[in-house]
T-cell receptor, first 112, second 114 residues
Framework: GEQVEQRPPHLSVREGDSAVIICTYT??????FFWYKQEPGAGLQLLMK?????EINEGQGFTVLLNKKDKQLSLNLTAAHPGDSAVYFC???????????FGTGTSLLVDP | NTKITQSPRYLILGRANKSLECEQH?????MYWYKQSAEKPPELMFL???????RNETVPSRFIPECPDSSKLLLHISAVDPEDSAVYFC??????????????FGHGTKLSVL
């Protein structure tokens, strides 16, 4: 089945710096991709949903890149601030009725 | 997110039986139970759609889900095991958009098994 490797497991940056998290998946039939943010003691919150037809997706303060050739999905926080400190998970699925496979998570700490 | 409420918030058990409860006020048709062990991603346990059990992942038989109506979800646990210590998240998703289109998570129930 699908396997999703996420790196790095821990990331510490200073406020204003960029932070990059990368997921590598195995299933070439994966079509939907997600980034979730989990703050301490809370459930996951969807940051962005990406379809395989779109390679560059921009959100508020971050960019998601999809490289289908290398089967990689990345989250780039352009100017991190302390409120971005959380655990980030990518998730991958073939179609909307299929099971989500989550990455292993990245714990991001942004120092003020 | 106060639109999906879970109770209790914290639970400490010996080898006892207990039920976790979840209620969503979002009008969603699909509801999920996820288990998240320490420093691990969430793992799907059960998925209900319109009160019907759609997905039942490989879960010990001591976990029994129940969906009395489309806005409520229960997880009955009997004779807990130390490996059951984790945070159990309830989630829901809107109708008509597929089961993974937009997951809304509750705050979770942290289960600690003595």
């Amino acid at each position: 089945g699908e396997q999703v490797e996420q790196r790095p497991p821990h990331l510490s940056v200073r406020e204003g710096d960029s932070a990059v998290i990368i997921c590598t998946y195995t299933d070439p039939n994966s079509y939907y991709f997600f980034w979730y943010k989990q703050e301490p003691g809370a459930g996951l919150q969807l940051l962005m949903k990406v379809f395989s037809s779109t390679e560059i997706n921009e959100g508020q303060g971050f960019t998601v890149l999809l490289n289908k050739k290398d089967k990689q999905l990345s989250l780039n926080l352009t100017a991190a601030h302390p409120g971005d400190s959380a655990v980030y998970f990518c998730a991958v699925t073939r179609n909307m009725g299929y099971k989500l496979t989550f990455g292993t998570g990245t714990s991001l700490l942004v120092d003020p | 997110n106060t639109k999906i409420t879970q109770s209790p918030r914290y639970l400490i058990l010996g080898r006892a039986n207990k039920s976790l409860e979840c209620e969503q006020h979002l009008g969603h048709n699909a509801m999920y139970w996820y288990k998240q062990s320490a420093e691990k991603p969430p793992e799907l346990m059960f998925l209900y759609n319109l009160k019907q059990l759609i997905r039942n992942e490989t879960v010990p038989s001591r976990f029994i889900p129940e969906c009395p109506d489309s806005s409520k979800l229960l997880l009955h646990i009997s004779a807990v095991d130390p490996e059951d210590s984790a945070v159990y998240f309830c989630a829901s998703s809107p109708p008509g958009q597929g089961s993974n289109e937009r997951l809304f998570f509750g705050h979770g129930t942290k289960l600690s098994v003595l």
